[in-house]
C-alpha cells in the first residue's frame, strides 16, 4: 500500500465537558493536523494522487475550523464535545466526501492539540 502525509495547522477554541477541570473552561489550541491518504496502485502518472490536490481539500476543510469556537459548529453539537478525537474524525470524514480518485482513500488523521499529545483516528 502507498501512503501520502499532509500537515497542516489551525487555532481555535473550545470547551469540554467532564475531561478534567482546567479543560472545562473555554480555552484554545494552536492544532497540528496529520492527514493521511492511502491506496494500493499508483496511476498513470506514477503517483497514489497530487499532493496539491490533498492540500487544497484539507484547506478547504481546516478553513472551517480555524478562528472558531468548535462548541457552536453542526458537526461537534451533534456530538457531544469538540475533543481531539472527534476533531479527527471530522477531518477524516470531510476529506474522505471529497476524494475522488478511484482506490484511495483516508487512512489516518491525527490532531495534535499541544506538541506532546495527540489524538489520533485510524481508519479500517
Not at 500500500?1 to 489550541?29: D, P, S, W
Not at 484539507?58 to 451533534?78: G, M, R, Y
Request: net charge negative; proline share 3%; hydrophobic share 45%.
Amino acid at each position: 500500500m502507498f501512503e501520502l502525509k499532509i500537515l497542516t495547522r489551525f487555532a481555535a477554541a473550545h470547551q469540554l465537558a467532564m475531561v478534567g477541570e482546567k479543560c472545562e473552561n473555554l480555552h484554545g489550541h494552536n492544532w497540528k493536523v496529520e492527514v493521511c491518504v492511502g491506496g494500493e496502485r499508483l496511476n498513470t502518472a506514477g503517483v497514489l494522487m497530487d499532493f496539491g490536490d490533498v492540500k487544497r481539500h484539507v484547506a478547504d476543510i481546516i478553513q472551517e475550523l480555524d478562528h472558531k469556537f468548535l462548541n457552536e459548529l453542526p458537526f461537534f453539537q451533534s456530538v457531544e464535545q469538540p475533543s481531539s478525537e472527534r476533531i479527527a474524525v471530522y477531518i477524516a470524514e470531510a476529506l474522505q466526501q471529497r476524494l475522488t480518485e478511484p482506490g484511495v482513500h483516508v487512512t489516518r488523521v491525527s490532531a495534535w492539540e499541544s506538541d506532546d499529545a495527540c489524538a489520533t483516528y485510524i481508519l479500517p
